[in-house]
């Protein structure tokens, strides 16, 4: 079982530039969580979501980000027209079942944005 | 304070010392667990524990939770090199199962 795998693991545009994270979940996984780590915090929630539902989106920003998880292939979360607060460690986990207590984290994508 | 908040913020130690790290929160929790993250890395889980639990072990970790002051406890025994890394603790808000709140963590330093 690969895990949690997030690419890319490295990531930089430039301001006003759109990125765009994966995360494949461990297999047979439909529960996935976002995360984002600024530097020197914690993890802080972001979104929740099942295979194409969007169970929780309460710590996402009102613009600019969004999170999908289609019915096939990985988990995207996409920032549109980055800013330098942007810069941070995005981390995805996923769960087989609904809960915290279930689920893995990836390695996270470290985003910089110039 | 924080939801999940560890301190010290940082600790240093001689390696073969033991080190405590505490975690305080405020709300209601289903469980409370400890991961370690190395510089620039991923989270890795150590240890959940419920809230109708005390005292959990693994290896050289002892995790204490003590609902009644909302605190928890991680032990590292008999610490190496290896084991410098952030440590944050993690609560679900007990209102949801799935929504984890971290602190800061504390950055542990071991000195061989």
């Known amino acids: 079982n690969a895990g949690v795998m997030q690419n890319p693991r490295h990531l930089v545009r430039r301001r006003g530039q759109e990125a765009r994270l994966r995360c494949s979940p461990m297999?047979?996984?439909?529960?996935v969580y976002w995360y984002r780590q600024l530097p020197e915090e914690g993890l802080k929630f972001m979104v929740y979501l099942q295979k194409e539902n969007i169970i929780d989106e309460s710590g996402m920003p009102k613009e600019r980000f969004s999170a999908e998880f289609p019915k096939e292939g990985p988990s995207i979360l996409r920032i549109q027209q980055v800013v330098r607060g942007d810069s941070a460690a995005y981390f995805c986990?996923?769960?087989?079942?609904?809960?915290?207590?279930?689920?893995?984290f990836g390695q996270g994508t470290r985003l910089t944005v110039v | 304070s924080q939801q999940g908040e560890e301190d010290p913020q940082a600790l240093s130690i001689q390696e073969g010392e033991n080190a405590t790290m505490n975690c305080s929160y405020k709300?209601?929790?289903?469980?409370l667990q400890w991961y370690r993250q190395n510089s620039g890395r991923g989270l890795v889980h150590l240890i959940l524990?419920?809230?109708?639990?005390r005292e959990k072990h693994s290896g050289r970790l002892r995790v204490t939770l003590d609902t009644s002051k909302k605190s928890s406890s991680l032990l590292i025994t008999a610490s190496r090199a290896a084991d410098t890394a952030s440590y944050f603790c993690?609560?679900?808000?007990?209102?949801?199962?799935?929504?984890?709140?971290f602190g800061k963590g504390t950055l542990l330093t071991v000195n061989p």
């Open positions: 709300t209601s929790i289903n469980n």
């Open positions: 993690a609560t679900d808000d007990g209102g949801s199962n799935y929504k984890l709140t």
């Open positions: 986990a996923s769960s087989g079942l609904q809960g915290s207590a279930e689920a893995f």
């Open positions: 297999k047979g996984h439909s529960h």
């Open positions: 524990i419920r809230s109708n639990e």
